[in-house]
């Protein structure tokens, strides 16, 4: 089975800490997101990489950072967190053998910032 | 920009058809997907048209017509375990055809009651 692992379900930091959310894929995918979903506001792209070392800002990058130094790794960093990126974070892998418009998603990061 | 306009909400009672529009306003279209997220779960990929009409799998249909910027997903034989939210997506790609990423529509709410 293809598997999106994110490395915290849960976590509950204070403002201005830095935070790191990990993502490992095992499908030797090339292109790696991350979305944060928001109720009322759907899926939004904060980050995407289509290769090691390679990073495209999606449509919410303010606030983010994201780094990808070996191909099944995808870590997004919230240098100084705020309370408006309490949010559930979710990664997502696809790569040219898959269907075109299909990505594959982990189970979630919820975030609570306090 | 991009946008994706999709119904908030939408009941139905078991063994009904639902349909699910999305209308789309982006650049650089390459094809609609269709996802299902039920509560506390990750969204998992239903189905993906790339090309005007309709894509059947198993009870659940999807129609793209791209001249009117417009689809739909369609539940037939309604189950009560059908209740999710239903997002569609706009893939949108780069220069190099195998670089995608998904746009998101904020969510549709099937509530599926006996």
């Known amino acids: 089975d293809v598997k999106v692992t994110q490395s915290s379900r849960y976590l509950v930091k204070r403002t201005g800490e830095k935070v790191f959310l990990e993502c490992v894929q095992d499908m030797d995918h090339e292109n790696m997101f991350w979305y944060r979903q928001d109720p009322g506001l759907g899926l939004r792209l904060i980050y995407f990489?289509?290769?090691?070392?390679?990073?495209e800002k999606g449509d919410i990058p303010e606030g983010y950072s994201v780094s990808r130094e070996k191909k099944e790794r995808f870590s997004l960093i919230l240098e100084s967190a705020s309370t408006n990126q309490t949010s559930m974070y979710l990664c997502a892998s696809n790569g040219g053998g898959e269907g075109p418009g299909e990505l594959f998603f982990g189970e979630g990061s919820r975030l609570t910032v306090l | 920009g991009q946008s994706l306009e999709q119904p908030s909400e939408v009941t139905a009672v078991e063994g009904a058809i639902v349909q699910i529009n999305c209308t789309y306003q982006?650049?650089?279209?390459?094809?609609l997907s269709w996802y299902q997220q039920h509560d506390g779960g990750a969204p998992t990929f239903l189905s993906y048209n790339g090309l005007d009409g309709l894509e059947e799998t198993g009870r659940f249909s999807s129609f793209l017509s791209r001249s009117d910027s417009y689809g739909y997903l369609l539940l037939q034989e309604l189950q009560m375990k059908d209740s999710a939210s239903y997002f569609c997506?706009?893939?949108?790609?780069?220069?190099?055809?195998?670089?995608?990423?998904?746009?998101f529509g904020t969510g549709t709410r099937l509530l599926v009651s006996p």
């Open positions: 982006t650049s650089g279209f390459y094809g």
């Open positions: 997506a706009v893939r949108e790609g780069g220069v190099n055809t195998g670089f995608q990423k998904l746009v």
């Open positions: 990489s289509y290769d090691v070392k390679m990073k």
